[in-house]
C-alpha cells in the first residue's frame, strides 16, 4: 500500500464485505517495504482487541489494533496476511495497479521475498490503511470510478490523480495536511451496481466516505459511467439528484462536498449523442448548483477546446475515455489546497 501523509502509528481495515462465509485471518503483519515482497525491517505483528487472530463474519469490516511503527509520507507499506483455511468469494480490488505477492503457508514474518513466487495486480480483503499522526488535520475521500482509480496510468507509478494530490499536500505545513483516501472502483456508477464494479456510489457511501477515520472533504467523480454503460442512464435530472444525495449525506456528517465536472468521451465506441447531452446538462447543474462547497472544473481544462466533446489529444490515454498520465498529473494538480 502507498500511503498519503505519515505517522508512527498503523492500523489496517480488513474486509469480508462481499465475502459469503467467514474469513479466518490467522496472522497478519505490518513492515516498511524494501523493493519487491522484501522488507525493510522485522515486520509488526497486528492484533485484534490484543489477540493475534480473528474471524470476520460475511458483510462485515475488522479494524486491527493500532501498531507502533514509524511510516513516512508518500512511503510503501507491506501488509502480511495469513489465511489458515480457504477463503470463498473474497472481497478484491481488482485494478490496483500495484504488483502484490503470495505464497504458500504462513510466512507473515519473513522479511526476505524469496518465498513469494506468485504475483497479482489486486487487493485482496484489505479496504484501507489509517496512520496516526497528532498533528494532522484529518482526511480527503476521492470518491470515483476508473478515473479516479487510476484506469489507464501505469502500474507501480502511483499517477492517479489522488496520488498527485497526495504529493501536493506534502508540500503544506504538517498541521494543513490531509490524508489522501482514493474510493475510486473502476466501472463504478452512481445509479446502478455494475457487476464486478461493485454496488453504486449511493449504496456504498456510508461505508466508503462517512465511516472513514477523521474524514472532513470528499470529491467526487461519477456519472460518466451510468451514461455509457447499459442500460444507459441518460436522463440528467436522475444523475443530478444522485449527485445532491451524496452532497446530502455528506453536510448531515459535517463533510465540505466538492463535486467535479465529467470529461467528454467522444471518441469511444459508447459515446453518442445523447450522452453528450447528458453530461453537458450535469456538467451545467454541477457548475451552478448550491449543493457543493466547491466545483473542480475537470472537463474545462481537460477537453480539446476546438472539439469540446473530445479530450485534448495530449491528455487522451487513447480510448478518448481515460486521461493519460499527464491529464492525470494536471486533474490533481486542479484541487484547491486552499479550499480543503
Not at 472537463?299 to 493519460?324: F, I, K
Request: overall charge neutral; proline content about 6%; aromatic content about 6%.
Amino acid at each position: 500500500m502507498h500511503i498519503s501523509i505519515g505517522g508512527a502509528l498503523v492500523r489496517v481495515r480488513f474486509s469480508n464485505t462481499f465475502g459469503t462465509q467467514p474469513l479466518t485471518i490467522g496472522r497478519a503483519a505490518v513492515a516498511m517495504r524494501a523493493s519487491g515482497a522484501s522488507l525493510a525491517s522485522a515486520p509488526k505483528f497486528l492484533t485484534f482487541d490484543g489477540r493475534p487472530s480473528i474471524v470476520v463474519p460475511p458483510g462485515a469490516q475488522v479494524l486491527s489494533d493500532a501498531a507502533g511503527l514509524r511510516v513516512p509520507g508518500g512511503s510503501d507499506l507491506s501488509i502480511s496476511i495469513y489465511l489458515p483455511g480457504p477463503a470463498d468469494s473474497v472481497t478484491v480490488h481488482p485494478y490496483a495497479l500495484q504488483t502484490n505477492y503470495a505464497a504458500q503457508g504462513d510466512r507473515a514474518a519473513d522479511v526476505g521475498g524469496a518465498a513469494y513466487t506468485r504475483t497479482y495486480q489486486a487487493w485482496y480483503l484489505i479496504s484501507g490503511v489509517d496512520v496516526g499522526r497528532a498533528d494532522a488535520a484529518g482526511a480527503v475521500v476521492a470518491f470515483g470510478d476508473s478515473i479516479t482509480d487510476g484506469g489507464r496510468s501505469l502500474p507501480n507509478q502511483n499517477g492517479r490523480w489522488p496520488d498527485e494530490l497526495a504529493r501536493r499536500m506534502f508540500r503544506l505545513p504538517p498541521a494543513r495536511r490531509l490524508g489522501v483516501l482514493n474510493a475510486g472502483i473502476s466501472g463504478n456508477r452512481l445509479l446502478l451496481d455494475g457487476g464486478q464494479f461493485g454496488v453504486n456510489a449511493l449504496a456504498r457511501f456510508d461505508r466508503d466516505v462517512l465511516a472513514q477515520s477523521d474524514v472532513r472533504d470528499v470529491i467526487i467523480l461519477l456519472g460518466i459511467n451510468d451514461m455509457q454503460q447499459q442500460p444507459q442512464q441518460v436522463d440528467p435530472l436522475r444523475i443530478e439528484a444522485g449527485l445532491a444525495q451524496l452532497a446530502a449525506r455528506a453536510h448531515e456528517h459535517g463533510l465540505r462536498v466538492f463535486a467535479c465536472t465529467i470529461l467528454p468521451s467522444g471518441g469511444n465506441p459508447s459515446a453518442n449523442a445523447r450522452v453528450e447531452a447528458a453530461r453537458e446538462a450535469v456538467n451545467a447543474f454541477i457548475r451552478t448548483s448550491k449543493a457543493f462547497d466547491g466545483v473542480c472544473d475537470f472537463d474545462a481544462v481537460l477537453r480539446d477546446p476546438t472539439d469540446p466533446e473530445r479530450l485534448l489529444p495530449a491528455y487522451d490515454s487513447g480510448d478518448h475515455l481515460h486521461p493519460n498520465t499527464a491529464g492525470l498529473r494536471v486533474m490533481g494538480s486542479l484541487i484547491n489546497l486552499s479550499a480543503l
